[in-house]
């Protein structure tokens, strides 16, 4: 029998009519719980709720560990924090054990170059960081991806990169994408565009921009791809000058402020003329550091300006293809890779007492550099970062190109030269997150900021160079030392 139309629409009707009155039902259960639609269809994706409970949590902020303490995270934020005796966990919960272990906020690298591998050669077989550099995107993006990994899970859980590939390959703003969409793991990417120097400045010269027109459009260039920082890169030329004249420092500082970034500049040198320019200049970081005298510390704290220490590049020892071969395919972890550097650490000054008292010339083969520049011996620069730091410079950490992952090393750098284990955690942690404009968000635990946390089976405040015993890795409420090292 063909349906008529009259027919259809009493069926149509009929329908409509039960659709309604389950609807009506379904509202009617909503609203005797209490519970509106909206909250209903929420539970079905329910927040995660995870509580960790730690032996002893230092929360990055100065005071006394939180001994028996309890961390609840509500999706990727921190809720709750405290002793266990005075939190209530919800039930429900995710439970995560580690009551005999030291909670700590994620270590922060401030100089990060996941491109570059100190001492390897290109896959073609090209040597040095130039090459490496200038390789093309698809094979800096092997070794990003490898160097980013390696870094997580070693307890790295933000980077600010500052400077790599070009304009026209920003390789920092690809992995920095590619790990915010969960393609591949890594720390979280402050992206510090592709940096500027002056002709025959130090690094590639695709990086040589003069002249304000030129270096306006390098700024801006920067600015519309997303950078927060902007990288220039000095060297003293002499005991009142710097590579930059000053008429081109303050153009670029002023436009990239002017554009919302901040400034951070490469200074290295004999007499610290880069330093004092890129201060004057409006500056608001400095990388390296060197040499840090009595009147450039005063005129960093007179104009506020951090410092982003990398204390492993000032030891002496250089990795080479076995270095980087032991990452790729020794390494069963964290814990191999990072009691590896520290052996590396320890048998470079067996091998080269000197390196602790004598300050030596710069190595690395740049045109003319050795004369302006140098390398401090470990007691001097130890001596300068300390005397830094109690005059009230923020000093934070960074690795460079070197053993990525490894800033717990680097902490202990600072505990050796005379800081308190508790201010030389500080500077990887909450230091680091005020130095480059995140503290709102990261370097403390603290209810309201990410979950951004590791675990150590030690106590870092007793126990040196326990930094390979990392074992939680939490960021952004996400755990990742679950993940396979390779």
């Known amino acids: 029998m063909v349906e008529t139309n009259r027919q259809r629409a009493r069926k149509s009707g009929f329908f409509s009519i039960i659709r309604l009155r389950l609807i009506a039902r379904i509202l009617s259960v909503f609203i005797i719980a209490g519970l509106s639609p909206l909250t209903a269809y929420a539970d079905e994706n329910s927040p995660v709720v995870t509580a960790i409970l730690a032996g002893q949590i230092i929360d990055g ?125 890594g720390p979280r990417i402050i992206y510090g565009g592709t940096g500027i120097t002056p002709t025959g400045g130090h690094g590639s010269a695709d990086a040589w921009v003069d002249g304000a027109s030129e270096i306006i459009k390098k700024v801006r260039r920067d600015a519309l791809d997303g950078a927060e920082w902007f990288k220039i890169l000095m060297i003293d030329l002499s005991p009142t000058e710097t590579m930059y004249t000053d008429e081109e420092l303050k153009t670029i500082v002023s436009e990239a402020h002017r554009w919302g970034m ?46 982003s220490l990398t204390p492993l590049v000032y030891v002496g020892f250089r990795p080479d293809e076995s270095t980087w071969d032991y ?63 109690k005059a009230g410079v923020k000093i934070s950490l960074g690795l460079d190109t070197l053993y990525y992952g490894g800033i717990g090393n680097a902490i202990e750098y600072l505990i050796e030269g005379g800081f308190e284990p508790m201010d030389a955690i500080r500077s990887a942690t909450a230091v680091s997150a005020d130095a480059i404009g995140y503290g709102d968000k990261i370097g403390t635990l603290e209810p309201g900021k990410y979950a951004d946390f590791i675990s150590l089976r030690a106590d870092p405040l007793n126990e040196r160079w326990a930094w390979h015993k990392v074992h939680l890795v939490y960021k952004n409420g996400v755990r990742y030392d679950t993940l396979s090292w390779k």
């Open 61 to 185: 902020r100065g005071g006394e560990p939180i001994k028996n303490g309890v961390i609840i995270l509500h999706n990727n934020l921190i809720e709750a924090i405290g002793k266990k005796s005075d939190i209530v966990i919800p039930k429900g919960a995710t439970i995560v054990d580690a009551s005999g272990e030291t909670i700590l906020p994620g270590l922060i690298d401030t100089h990060g170059h996941l491109n570059l591998r100190y001492g390897a050669g290109g896959l073609g077989g090209v040597s040095g960081l130039n090459a490496q550099g200038q390789a093309p995107g698809a094979e800096q993006m092997l070794y990003m991806v490898r160097d980013a990994r390696a870094s997580l899970l070693s307890g790295v859980t933000t980077m600010r990169m500052v400077s790599a590939g070009s304009l026209d390959n920003p390789v920092d703003l690809y992995i920095k994408a590619g790990i915010k969409k969960g393609i591949v793991p």
């Open 327 to 389: 990452l790729d395919n020794v390494a069963t972890g964290p814990a191999d890779w990072i009691e590896y550097g520290r052996k590396q650490y320890f048998q470079f000054l067996e091998d080269n007492p000197e390196v602790r008292t004598e300050d030596r010339a710069y190595e690395d083969g740049e045109s003319h550099r050795a004369k302006r520049d140098f390398f401090p011996s470990n007691k001097t620069q130890q001596g300068q970062a300390l005397a830094a730091f």
């Open 262 to 307: 901040k400034v951070t500049v490469h200074c290295t040198g004999r007499w610290g003329s880069s330093i004092k320019k890129a201060i004057l200049a409006g500056a608001d970081n400095i990388e390296h550091a060197r040499p840090m005298t009595p009147e450039i510390i005063k005129m960093l704290v007179k104009h506020d300006v951090s410092v």
